[in-house]
């Protein structure tokens, strides 16, 4: 099957690096296999909450 060609290697390499760090939640394990010239590069483009942590943070709110 071929890829759509709006979509690169490049978007490829995201969705990688941003799935890894929503299950292992490692930025330095993520800086590491991107080849990251630092984490806190790794850190600004893939450290967002997801939609499932925002949900829990509101939900923490519930009660107080």
Same mark, same amino acid.
């Given at each position: 099957?071929? $890829?759509?060609?709006?979509?690169?290697?490049? &978007?490829?390499?995201?969705?990688?690096?941003?799935?890894? *760090?929503? +299950?292992?939640?490692?930025? $330095?394990?993520?800086?590491?296999?991107?080849? &990251?010239?630092?984490?806190?590069?790794?850190?600004?483009? *893939?450290? +967002?909450?997801?939609?499932?942590?925002?949900?829990?943070?509101?939900?923490?709110?519930?009660?107080?």
């Amino acid at each position: 099957a071929a $890829l759509d060609r709006r979509y690169t290697l490049h &978007h490829l390499r995201h969705a990688y690096c941003f799935w890894l *760090y929503q +299950r292992t939640r490692d930025v $330095l394990l993520v800086s590491t296999m991107a080849r &990251h010239s630092s984490p806190t590069v790794t850190a600004k483009y *893939y450290c +967002r909450p997801s939609a499932e942590d925002r949900i829990r943070a509101a939900r923490l709110l519930d009660g107080v």
